[in-house]
């Protein structure tokens, strides 16, 4: 084994040590956690603005979201939720157990039904990275191309649900919807497939009506 595949070995095992923990701690306090994964712009934080909002009467709602060096995205969600936590990874292009681990520290836990980490954007390390989560969520967008489950397999293979956002936008873009789905259903025949537009608002209930009904399975 090169010295290389063995210190990813153990920052891996490291960060799967640490995920342990941290899903000990969220499920003991029986929390529900989102890891959601997608492209730069795909549509994360904007979709996460909209869930907040819709959300916010029905259930405590908490926010970590993971980006280099701004605060942008936790200004804008703060907006709809007291609790939002920005992450700056520097120059790591994914989060890890540990920047969750800190991050907790910040969050009221008693307070809290349903935790959402945004990750930062990015479809291929992210996947890697365990954050102590109950689900993953892999999120592209029409403007991306169809092409991209195919070319991002393990997102789409370890997603529990998947979004397609921005349909608005497909009497303006190249989509072939057909290859998309094919590609999805080649590696995952189980998550569903969210078709939304956070924009105009279509599909988003669907997206809602899958977190109550992640939340309930997690208390039952
Ligand atoms: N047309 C259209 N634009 C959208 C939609 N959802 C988000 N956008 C726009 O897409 C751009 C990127 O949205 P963000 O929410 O910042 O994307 P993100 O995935 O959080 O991006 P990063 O955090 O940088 O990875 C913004 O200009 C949004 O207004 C949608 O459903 N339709
Ligand atoms: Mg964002
Ligand atoms: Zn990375």
């Known amino acids: 084994m090169t010295r290389e595949v063995m210190v990813v070995e153990n920052v ?3 960060n799967d040590e640490l995920a342990r923990l941290l899903r000990e701690k969220l499920t ?3 929390i529900f956690t989102v890891n ?3 492209a730069p712009g ?3 934080t904007a979709l996460l603005e909209k869930t907040l909002e819709m959300l916010a009467g029905e259930m405590k709602l908490a926010v970590m979201v993971g980006d280099l060096t701004t605060a942008r995205d936790a200004q804008r969600m703060s907006q709809w939720c007291p609790q939002v936590v920005q992450i700056n990874t520097g120059k790591s292009c994914h989060l890890e157990a540990n920047h969750v681990l800190q991050a907790l520290e910040k969050i009221d836990l008693g307070n809290v039904d349903l935790l959402f980490i945004e990750n930062v954007g990015n479809l291929i ?15 592209f967008s029409v403007a991306e191309g169809d092409d991209k489950p195919a070319k991002h397999p393990y997102i789409v293979a370890e997603a529990s649900a998947l979004i397609l956002n921005k349909v608005d936008l497909l009497p303006y873009v190249p989509f072939r919807k057909e290859v998309f ?9 189980h998550a569903p497939v969210l078709e939304l537009s956070v924009t105009s608002g279509a ?3 669907a997206w809602l009506d899958w977190l109550r009904d992640g939340l309930r399975k997690k208390r039952a």
């Open 181 to 189: 789905d094919q590609d999805i259903r080649r590696l995952n025949n």
């Open 203 to 205: 599909g988003l209930d």
């Open 12 to 14: 891996l095992r490291v």
């Open 36 to 38: 959601l994964i997608g």
């Open 28 to 30: 003991g306090r029986r």
């Open 42 to 44: 795909c549509g994360k």
């Open 125 to 139: 390390c992210p996947v890697g990275f365990d954050l102590g989560q109950d689900v993953k969520v892999g999120m």
